[in-house]
């Protein structure tokens, strides 16, 4: 079992940055890929960033390349998602993600353990 906390989340300014954490428990972190998804208010949860156990691998939805790095830190159990340049559309709760399994992934059914999510809110 993983158990996965998100923080970062906020209020942002249009233009502005974030940085999101999510820390995962247990011992065999470095096993999982993990990823973000987003939901915004009225919408269904979409893919944002997802990245493989190593860090070597990472991909990213089209509305967000070239803003969002997705990276991670396994000494630490720890999943971060840097976001610049953020507009009202990124309005939305962010959820952390784990599958078991080393390749990264950008479906929702291909993840088995999800946190609790973080708000974030950008102001225009």
């Known amino acids: 079992q993983v158990q996965l906390v998100e923080s970062g989340g906020g209020l942002v300014q249009a233009g502005g940055s974030l940085r999101l954490s999510c820390a995962a428990s247990g011992r065999t972190f470095s096993r999982y890929a993990m990823g973000w998804f987003r939901q915004a208010p009225g919408k269904e949860r979409v893919f944002v960033a997802t990245i493989s156990w190593s860090g070597g691998s990472t991909s990213y939805a089209d509305s967000v390349k070239g803003r969002f790095t997705i990276s991670r830190d396994n000494a630490k159990n720890t999943v971060y998602l840097q976001m610049n340049s953020l507009t009202v559309e990124d309005t939305a709760v962010y959820y952390c993600?784990?599958?078991?399994?080393?390749?990264?992934?950008?479906?929702?059914?291909?993840?088995?353990?999800w946190g609790q999510g973080t708000q974030v809110t950008v102001s225009s």
């Open positions: 993600a784990a599958r078991r399994s080393i390749y990264a992934n950008i479906n929702n059914d291909a993840y088995d353990y």
